[in-house]
């Protein structure tokens, strides 16, 4: 802006100088001196750039209140600042409540290791957005061993746990409160406490992430691990090779996340009751079914009502269709039902959307015609899915490329250029 030659009617047009601040607010430097004292340019020029501060001519605005106005728009520029500026903490503390990396530009003073300010600055850090909070990490090493600042920041932000002495890594009350972070939690916590079964119970309480941090012994223990599969049965994956073989957990973890099954003993891939439970939780748990129960009529209806797409995962070739089997754990027989068959399994499944269901069904499937116009009823691309026998039937063709016209690229090449009834109806569904 500096090199940019400006009449003198310019530097003292008002209409021309609020355009000029508000597409680069530093051009304000550009201006009549009465321009630069003017208000409403100078506002217009600070909301565009904060850097617009240093040009600013405001007589009734203090030094103050004209840096603070500056770190506000541009924390960063904290540098800028003269240390000898009255009220410096003030700003500083402006610019820390904005973005915390700003302190990491606060040089040649002694500010961090000042107890009161840090104080103030741990409690205001990220006021008004929660970027880059720091003051923490930069205070001395005196005052991150002082119990009231790191109290102080790890209440306003968990996370800044990590930055605090080792001594008071140890200390169980400030352990709890960083377990609120659901990244981290007491992942910095001393060893001593992650592996002390109160403290990490309390801090699952908290937040169940935090059963990732715990020691390896308390992975194990199955108070613990019950406690932490409550919360997310995902947790399943964390705990010990040998509580991956308790059936009542396994069932538990099932239950909250059926994902879960995939962490499980592979025994219980097998296990009727189990898969049941992870699939009616989440359907695209029958990937980790045995091969078996993927056949399973029960299995994979409770799977696709819960997720359509996990057809994909089914054996439906071998679904059962016939003889009911034994309640798991139980003598008795179930009372005989007439199970649904593949076809009606595949509509269903269709009918709820899945994209993919037709791709994954049997060549039977494929050449059904009922199958084929349910498919191209709900989603017109089934159509390229279906058998060369299907592709040459007139009805199914026409209903295809009424579907989408782009379809005539599948249909058989017998209807396109052997029958003149097919083209004429063609034609005239398109005029």
Same mark, same amino acid.
């Not at 009727?272 to 129960?293: H, T």
């Given at each position: 802006?500096?090199q940019?030659?400006?009449?003198?009617r310019?530097?003292?047009?008002?209409s021309?100088?609020l355009?000029?601040?508000?597409?680069?607010?530093?051009?304000l430097?550009?201006?009549?001196?009465?321009?630069?004292?003017?208000?409403q340019?100078?506002?217009?020029?600070?909301?565009?750039?904060?850097?617009?501060?240093?040009f600013?001519? *405001?007589?009734?605005?203090t030094?103050t209140?004209?840096w603070?106005?500056?770190v506000?728009?541009?924390?960063?520029?904290?540098?800028?600042?003269?240390?000898d500026?009255?009220?410096?903490?003030?700003?500083?503390l402006?610019?820390?409540?904005?973005?915390?990396?700003a302190?990491?530009?606060?040089?040649?003073?002694?500010?961090?290791?000042d107890?009161?300010?840090?104080?103030?600055?741990v409690?205001?850090?990220?006021?008004?957005?929660?970027?880059n909070?720091?003051?923490?990490?930069?205070?001395?090493?005196?005052?991150?061993?002082?119990?009231?600042?790191?109290l102080?920041g790890v209440?306003?932000?968990p996370?800044?746990?990590?930055?605090?002495?080792?001594?008071?890594?140890?200390?169980?009350?400030?352990a709890?409160?960083?377990?609120r972070?659901g990244l981290?939690?007491?992942?910095?916590?001393?060893n001593?406490?992650?592996?002390n079964?109160?403290?990490?119970?309390?801090?699952?309480?908290? =937040?169940?992430?935090?059963?990732?941090?715990?020691?390896?012994?308390?992975?194990?223990? *199955?108070d613990?691990?019950k406690?932490a599969?409550?919360?997310?049965?995902?947790h399943?994956?964390?705990v010990?090779? #040998?509580?991956r073989?308790?059936?009542d957990?396994v069932?538990?973890?099932?239950?909250?996340n059926g994902?879960?099954?995939?962490?499980?003993?592979?025994?219980?891939?097998?296990?009727? #009751?189990?898969?049941l439970?992870?699939?009616?939780?989440?359907?695209?748990?029958?990937?980790?079914?045995?091969?078996?129960?993927c056949?399973?009529? !029960?299995?994979?209806?409770?799977?696709?009502? =819960?997720d359509?797409?996990?057809i994909?995962?089914? =054996?439906?070739?071998?679904?059962v269709?016939?003889?009911?089997r034994?309640?798991l754990?139980?003598?008795?027989k179930?009372?005989?039902q007439k199970?649904?068959?593949?076809k009606?399994?595949?509509i269903?499944a269709i009918r709820k959307g899945?994209?993919?269901?037709?791709?994954?069904a049997?060549d039977?499937?494929?050449?059904d015609?009922?199958v084929?116009? !349910?498919?191209i009823?709900c989603?017109?691309?089934?159509?390229k899915?279906?058998?060369?026998?299907?592709?040459?039937? =007139?009805?199914i063709a026409?209903?295809?490329v !009424?579907?989408?016209?782009?379809?005539?690229?599948?249909?058989?090449?017998t209807?396109l250029?052997?029958?003149a009834?097919?083209?004429? #109806?063609?034609?005239s569904?398109a005029?």
């Amino acid at each position: 802006p500096e090199q940019v030659p400006l009449s003198p009617r310019l530097r003292a047009n008002k209409s021309f100088a609020l355009k000029a601040v508000g597409f680069r607010g530093d051009s304000l430097q550009l201006f009549d001196a009465k321009l630069r004292k003017d208000r409403q340019v100078v506002e217009v020029a600070l909301a565009q750039s904060g850097t617009a501060a240093r040009f600013s001519l *405001l007589e009734e605005e203090t030094a103050t209140e004209k840096w603070i106005r500056h770190v506000t728009s541009s924390p960063l520029s904290i540098y800028d600042v003269p240390k000898d500026t009255p009220n410096y903490k003030d700003i500083v503390l402006a610019a820390v409540a904005v973005d915390g990396k700003a302190f990491k530009y606060v040089f040649g003073t002694s500010l961090n290791d000042d107890k009161d300010f840090i104080l103030k600055a741990v409690q205001r850090e990220g006021e008004h957005t929660t970027k880059n909070n720091r003051v923490l990490e930069l205070a001395s090493p005196r005052l991150r061993d002082d119990r009231e600042v790191v109290l102080a920041g790890v209440r306003r932000k968990p996370w800044s746990f990590r930055h605090a002495s080792a001594r008071l890594r140890n200390d169980p009350e400030i352990a709890l409160l960083a377990a609120r972070d659901g990244l981290w939690g007491i992942k910095f916590a001393s060893n001593a406490l992650r592996a002390n079964k109160q403290v990490v119970m309390e801090a699952i309480k908290v =937040n169940p992430c935090n059963f990732e941090s715990a020691s390896p012994d308390l992975q194990g223990d *199955l108070d613990v691990a019950k406690l932490a599969i409550a919360g997310d049965g995902a947790h399943l994956r964390i705990v010990s090779k #040998e509580l991956r073989s308790n059936r009542d957990l396994v069932l538990a973890a099932v239950s909250n996340n059926g994902f879960a099954l995939k962490f499980a003993d592979p025994v219980f891939r097998g296990d009727r #009751e189990i898969v049941l439970c992870a699939v009616k939780n989440r359907g695209d748990a029958l990937q980790f079914a045995s091969p078996e129960l993927c056949g399973d009529h !029960e299995v994979v209806n409770a799977a696709i009502s =819960n997720d359509s797409s996990s057809i994909k995962w089914a =054996n439906i070739k071998d679904l059962v269709v016939s003889a009911p089997r034994a309640v798991l754990g139980s003598a008795t027989k179930r009372p005989a039902q007439k199970p649904r068959e593949e076809k009606e399994l595949l509509i269903e499944a269709i009918r709820k959307g899945t994209s993919d269901a037709l791709y994954h069904a049997s060549d039977a499937m494929k050449d059904d015609e009922e199958v084929i116009l !349910e498919g191209i009823k709900c989603d017109f691309q089934n159509y390229k899915h279906s058998s060369h026998r299907i592709r040459s039937i =007139n009805a199914i063709a026409l209903r295809a490329v !009424e579907a989408k016209y782009s379809n005539i690229r599948l249909v058989a090449r017998t209807c396109l250029f052997n029958d003149a009834a097919f083209l004429s #109806e063609l034609a005239s569904n398109a005029r």
